[in-house]
């Protein structure tokens, strides 16, 4: 069983920074992908952002030019960089980690406890 803990999160001004990371452990996926969703109050969890043992990332259209998903291979950590945030960022992020990447959250097997991000105005 794989094992997902994020860090980072935080309370930030509109147009600011934060930089989100998940550390792997346990029974890690050998070649899958990690990615990161988010869930507002009354909302469902959405996709962010998935990149691939290769390196390959997918993006939300949402955050397209405004975050950057990136991973250590060595560390079994992928990171969330977040610029230019805005209120309607705000929400509780989570890890995941499969062993192929998707938008739909049903396809990835593990999840992190969730770290909550707020953008004010």
């Known amino acids: 069983q794989v094992q997902l803990v994020e860090s980072g999160g935080g309370l930030v001004q509109a147009g600011g920074s934060l930089r989100l990371s998940c550390a792997a452990s346990?029974?890690?996926?050998?070649?899958?992908?990690m990615g990161w969703f988010r869930q507002a109050p009354g909302k469902e969890r959405e996709f962010v952002a998935a990149?691939?043992?290769?390196?390959?990332?997918l993006y939300a259209e949402s955050v397209k030019g405004r975050f950057t998903i990136s991973r250590d291979y060595a560390k079994i950590t992928v990171y969330l960089q977040m610029n230019s945030l805005k209120p309607e960022d705000t929400a509780v992020y989570y890890c995941?980690?499969?062993?192929?990447?998707?938008?739909?959250?049903?396809?990835?097997?593990?999840w992190g406890q969730g770290t909550q991000v707020t953008v004010s105005s």
């Open positions: 346990g029974r890690t996926f050998s070649n899958g992908a």
């Open positions: 995941a980690a499969s062993a192929a990447a998707a938008t739909k959250a049903e396809a990835w097997r593990s």
């Open positions: 990149i691939r043992w290769t390196g390959g990332t």
